[in-house]
């Protein structure tokens, strides 16, 4: 969907992509990111918070999805009130640290093959990370059939089995991924048994995906691409999904909703998608404002 200050005569569409959207109106009640990669937006930690805050976004789940992203995530949270971490392998990492990463996809560059005990390993220090305080959740993980290939699934698998195990022992919320991959990341909660909390972030499912999530009480996240034109089936699942399981996220930078689709997103854009969400729901702003917020906190426990 294009800005609502579209291109003038023969500038191109794209001449704002890189521009910051405008800070939205703020919000009256005030609400929480519940997924966003600020290590991967431009700026500092401190300039993001005041910016999301200015706004009525006063809380922002930081999102670890490797590593050096996760340990990152966790000294944040310690450094600053209005952040909380999660810790985990994206379900994309898991089959770069057991088959390598020859082209340097990731943000670790190129990496050698490291067999299934890299990966126990590194799903160890997870663990440990997951114990700390500040972290209120585990995640990113599940399962991603768009950009890993049948090669990576048994450790994609593997990799999301052992953060179920680690949520539910840590006693943190379980926070899926879930890329293409619908029916086996609910056959796998199901086999290991899911965590008390559970939310699917930047919930991709449809309606009747919702009314399953929803009898197994796991929270549905909404992220900006609610607001794209191509996503009706999202729109369908968010009118089904029962107000008490509904969070909102930015997935910054990733996301960006419309009118600002293309463009950096980051936390003080979620006023955007609240009120997006609040017309599909047909519910006062206020109302789903003070609903979320109550949800985020119950899921992270803060």
Known sequence: MASNNGPVSGERKNDTKDVPPPLPA????????SHTHLDMQGGTVEEALAKAASV????????????????????????????????????NEAPRIVHGDPDGWSRQGAREPGGMPALDAALEEIDRLAALPQVRGVGETGLDYFRTGPEGMAAQEYSFRRHIEIAKRQGKALVIHDREAHDDVLRVLAEEGAPERVVFHCYS???????VCAEAGYYMSFAGNVTFKNAQHLRDALAVAPLDLILVETDAPFLTPAPYRGRPNAPYLIPVTLRAMAEVKDIAEDALATAVAANTARVFGY
């Open 56 to 91: 009525g976004v006063t809380t922002v789940i930081q999102v670890g999805c490797d590593l050096a992203g996760s340990r990152w995530a966790a000294e944040t949270a310690a450094a600053h009130e209005a952040v909380w971490a999660t810790v985990a392998l994206h379900p």
């Open 26 to 33: 703020p919000l009256a009640v005030p609400v929480a990111d």
């Open 205 to 211: 499912g449809d309606a009747a995906m919702a009314k």
